[in-house]
């Protein structure tokens, strides 16, 4: 989900502390302490594991625009990691031509063909909108046959073309070589033995049960908040080795859940807000509950999410394939 | 005076301001300002019913029309620094029309949306009020946690080594988090030891946005020789419904927060919308943008009128509120049906001078565009604040450079006001004030 999303949830997580909402009123900044946890497990990713992450790359010459080399390329590393039974990780490069100016090409693992296609397109600004009349006529597209079998359930093509490009890694299985999204994302930083394991770090430095508990529940609340998705994250580490499976239910680039997670959070820090600032014996809560979750939170849910499922079934999408799309969507939301 | 009169009144302001924001930097808070010092004089012209409506029409003419300084000349104010960008980018490609409509849409977006809640704004912002206001402490500082996390790099993918290409993604995150401590620093200079004489306090901060976010704008358009293609004036707008709704919502709760909360600027709105839109559409960070900058300064101001709360949000209504207090409830109506019309007249003339500002960058270079603005912006700094106003401007514009060396965000020079006035409600800006030796 968006950084807005996991932070504002990682507020709302510290509002439910006992003790934190009475004590910020009088000065104490704690609660922010759960927002900084709340955006930490991909600030980790994406600030400092994703620059160590040993992946060789594929740079296209600007100069030199050959979508038969990247294909070539590709192919070459998807069929060593078969050969070798050793996964190889890759990182594709976008092609800079100017502050905002950046040669599109397009990517297609075709696993029904068991080749991987390169297609070079047009030049497009930051936002993605292309420069009328800037295709390459008469480029057609690469084809690299590949002598593995390739896994891939990916069935749209993917579009390399502004920041940073993004990496693989081809991973060989009994069934194939498999490919795989943005490979040091949501793995260890995204675990909630580690939620746990900061949250009892930050009590012991400062001394304080609350601020541990603030820590972990803000770490905890964006974890989980991953998990509603399609991809998942690898919960459990050092436990479990690999990236679980969401609960499917949104997909993590979507405006409408990103929109209702940060009011839901805006919502309940409201709500404890309320609750929570006065001493028990001087509280008089002005937000009815029920009045309050009906109108504040039930009747945009209902609206939205109905709005939301109509949306999706128009659109067929396999499993997998949304599980990949979920991580390029999240990718391509952290470079804005 | 009769409602028709009063509206009037407001609509006079409106065309006013209008003009008077295409002056780039020329604040309305700047010219409100001396116009306060000389209410007495003014009492004789007008009640201070009409000079509330006045005042009213203004800030709707400037919260709608200073998105053309903003993108024609490269010249905001703090509250619409960040449709700069995306602004200029759109000049560029002939498209700058089309961005200032774009704006102008978003604000009447803002303007429904101010509409539609002024019915429930008395009861939600008393509400509010009561729930939120011992909490502004931490408020303040979890914005500047996100503000300072929320920035990710924007190079690092290439490199011979995984340290190479740590360093390359941390230079602009760094510079980012520098720009954001010295904006601080800067902010703590001026409410410590301010060298603008304090006969013209309320102006204290103009040299230093102007510094921040208008110079370094119109500077880097000189050093680079921008030049600006033939604009095309475009007939119909280019946005989908949904991207429409997406970025007048997202404006909507990035301009409420700003106009609810003291102290928190139409720049951290438009901040929180920008982020909100954080989509790859820029059309829908533009709307954004404009709706945020219209609720925040339109929607600040109406607080001032809600019966029984006279909220004094913004620099508006704090000056008018040393000489006024709203009179009557039934005039919170008249203040909006008089913000409808003026919203409307606004956009009209937003249209109007969007025309008139590109048949004059059509026909004079751009470089001798920026270097008059330049020296408008230069002038007024030290027409309004004298020497001690340009002693401020200087390091405030090397600060705002910052971002454009090293590609960084502009949003981090709000570190201006967000660190001390933070500092300040943790009870430790004294202390901070007296190591760095200013008190």
């Not at chain 2, 010219?31 to 005042?55: C, E, F, K, R, T």
């Not at chain 2, 903003?70 to 620094?81: K, M, Q, T, V, Y």
């Amino acid at each position: 989900m968006k950084g807005i999303s996991h932070f504002l949830a990682g507020v709302a997580a510290a509002t439910f502390v006992p003790g934190v909402v009475a004590n910020a009123v009088n000065g104490s900044f704690l609660i922010a302490l759960g927002g900084f946890f709340g955006i930490l497990p991909d600030t980790i990713d994406f600030k400092f594991t994703r620059y160590f992450d040993k992946a060789e790359a594929i740079d296209p010459d600007p100069a030199n625009l050959d979508p038969q080399w990247i294909a070539d390329q590709l192919a070459a590393s998807i069929d060593r990691a078969g050969e070798t039974n050793r996964a190889v990780r890759v990182q594709l490069h976008s092609i800079k031509l100017g502050t905002d100016r950046w040669r599109q090409y397009t990517v297609r693992f075709d696993s029904d063909r068991n080749e991987v296609a390169v297609r070079i397109g047009p030049i497009v600004n930051t936002s993605q909108m292309p420069y009328p009349d800037t295709e390459i006529a008469g480029l057609k597209t690469a084809r690299a046959p590949l002598k593995s079998e390739m896994v891939y359930t990916y069935d749209a093509d993917m579009n390399v073309d502004i920041f940073s490009g993004p990496s693989f890694a081809f991973v060989p299985k009994p069934h194939g070589v498999e490919v795989q999204f943005l490979p040091w994302h949501r793995e260890w930083s995204h675990s909630l033995t580690l939620a746990a394991f900061l949250g009892l770090l930050v009590a012991l430095i400062g001394q304080s049960a609350q601020a541990g508990m603030v820590a972990g529940f803000g770490m905890a609340a964006h974890i989980l908040e991953d998990q509603l998705g399609y991809l998942g994250s690898n919960l459990f580490w050092p436990f479990t080795k690999d990236r679980s499976a969401g609960l499917k239910l949104i997909h993590s680039g979507d405006a409408i859940p990103n929109f209702l997670a940060v009011w839901t959070a805006l919502c309940l820090i409201l709500f404890n807000l309320d609750r929570f600032s006065a001493p028990v014996q001087h509280r008089s809560i002005m937000l009815e509950p029920v009045s309050f979750l009906v109108l504040a939170l039930i009747v945009p849910y209902v609206i939205l999410l109905s709005q939301y499922v109509i949306g999706k079934r128009k659109q067929h999408m396999r499993v997998e394939a949304a599980r990949q799309a979920d991580l390029v969507a999240e990718l391509q939301e952290t470079e804005v | 005076m009769d409602t028709l009169s009063l509206v009037l009144i407001a609509v006079l302001g409106t065309i006013l301001a209008s003009i008077l924001a295409l002056i780039p930097a020329l604040h309305i808070y700047n010219v409100v300002g001396l116009m306060i010092l000389s209410a007495g004089a003014l009492s004789s012209v007008l009640n201070p019913d009409q000079l509330a409506m006045l005042l009213l029409g203004m800030i709707v003419g400037y919260a709608m029309l200073s998105t053309i300084p903003s993108i024609f000349l490269a010249a905001p104010d703090e509250a619409a620094a960040f449709i700069v960008l995306p602004g200029q980018k759109w000049l560029l490609e002939r498209r700058g029309y089309e961005a200032a409509i774009l704006t102008g849409v978003g604000a009447l977006c803002g303007l429904v949306v101010l509409i539609v809640l002024s019915p429930i704004a008395g009861e939600t912002s008393r509400l509010l009020q009561i729930i939120l206001s011992p909490h502004l402490g931490w408020i303040l500082a979890t914005i500047i946690v996100f503000m300072l996390m929320s920035e990710w790099p924007k190079s690092g993918d290439r490199g011979v080594s995984g340290w190479a290409r740590f360093r390359a993604a941390w230079t602009g995150l760094g510079a980012g988090i520098l720009t954001f401590l010295l904006s601080g620093l800067l902010g703590f200079i001026i409410m410590y030891r301010s060298v603008v004489p304090t006969e013209i306090a309320f102006q204290n901060l103009l040299p230093a946005f102007l510094g921040l976010f208008a110079i370094p704008m119109v500077l880097v358009n000189l050093i680079m020789g921008t030049q600006v293609p033939k604009q095309h004036i475009a007939t119909s707008i280019d946005i989908t419904p949904g991207l429409l709704f997406r970025g007048a919502a997202a404006g909507s709760m990035g301009g409420l927060f700003a106009a609810f909360f003291p102290v928190v600027t139409g720049g951290i709105g438009g901040f929180l919308a920008g982020h909100a839109t954080a989509q790859r559409d820029e059309r829908s960070f533009i709307v954004s943008q404009g709706t945020s900058k219209f609720v925040y300064y339109v929607g600040g101001f109406l607080l001032f009128f809600l019966p029984g709360l006279h909220l004094a949000r913004g620099g508006m209504a704090a000056m008018l509120s040393t000489i006024y207090t709203p009179s009557t409830p039934e005039l919170y109506f008249t203040v909006v049906a008089a913000m409808a019309i003026c919203g409307v007249v606004s956009f009209f003339l937003l249209i109007l001078f969007s025309r008139l500002a590109i048949k004059l960058i059509d026909r004079i270079d751009y470089r001798t565009v920026s270097v008059v603005t330049l020296i408008l912006l230069i002038s007024l700094i030290f027409i309004t604040t004298g020497l001690g106003g340009l002693l401020i401007a200087i390091p405030a514009t090397a600060i705002g450079l910052i971002p454009s060396l090293f590609g960084s965000r502009r949003m981090n020079c709000l570190g201006i006001l967000l660190i001390p006035i933070t500092l300040n409600m943790a009870g430790a800006g004294a202390s901070i004030a007296h190591v760095l030796g200013l008190i």
